[in-house]
């Protein structure tokens, strides 16, 4: 059954805006991950974090994870044009072996 | 470039047409992942190698067949496709936990279309 669920679907803002992305999932995970797909391309791994962080940061990038909530949110901090692209939260229960479950993103616009 | 590839980056087939896709990655990774992505539904895992062995078969139909030879390639065989497999397939390896970080590498993907 589908885990990440993001919110919003589409976002649309301005150049050195921020910008955040919710993700909630149902089931308990071993980490969380959000990865960025340009259109029709292959995803790149933006940021992990493990179900015993709250937090994590990665130059722009802001991530927070709390497990009560089942939820996370990726913060995009002073955007550029060139990040425009869907964002996806994946959920890995981590059975021996990675096992993503996708949601289904959020397209996100920046515009110059 | 992300260490993964793909080939071919598009193809067109017939129904009745036997096709294969093909994956590499150059990163040392012991285990390989396939997805589909199809239009407005989410990335969905269809199979997992780990260590060269299938792990998980994500209820996939028997149309559509993977082989991993070596922890550096895997197939994807292709026969009697429906026009619903019209997608963007995509590979991906990673380390197996405990050994390296978990994050899965990508590669660019095949865009199939089913004719």
């Known amino acids: 059954s589908q885990q990440g669920e993001e919110d919003p679907q589409a976002l649309s803002i301005q150049e050195g805006e921020n910008a955040t992305m919710n993700c909630s999932y149902k089931t308990s995970i071993n980490n969380l991950q959000w990865y960025r797909q340009n259109s029709g391309r292959g995803l790149v791994h933006l940021i992990l974090i493990r179900s015993n962080e709250r937090e994590k940061h990665s130059g722009r990038l802001r991530v927070t994870l709390d497990t009560s909530k089942k939820s996370s949110s990726l913060l995009i901090t002073a955007s550029r044009a060139a990040d425009t692209a869907s964002y996806f939260c994946a959920t890995d229960r981590n059975s021996g072996y990675s096992t993503l479950t996708f949601g289904k993103g959020t397209m996100l616009l920046v515009s110059p | 470039e992300t260490g993964v590839t793909q080939t071919p980056r598009h193809l067109v087939m017939g129904m009745t047409n036997k096709k294969s896709l093909k994956c590499e990655q150059h990163?040392?990774?012991?285990?390989m992942y396939w997805y589909k992505q199809s239009a407005k539904k989410p990335l969905e895992l269809m199979f997992v190698y780990s260590l060269e062995e299938r792990v998980e078969n994500n209820s996939v139909p028997s149309r559509f067949s993977p082989e991993c030879p070596n922890s550096s390639h895997l197939f994807l065989h292709l026969h009697t496709l429906q026009p619903e497999d019209s997608a963007l397939y995509l590979c991906?390896?990673?380390?197996?936990?405990?050994?390296?970080?978990?994050?899965?590498?990508f590669g660019p993907g095949t865009r199939l279309t089913v004719l």
């Open positions: 990163l040392g990774h012991n285990a």
């Open positions: 991906a390896s990673s380390q197996l936990p405990g050994q390296g970080a978990e994050e899965q590498f």
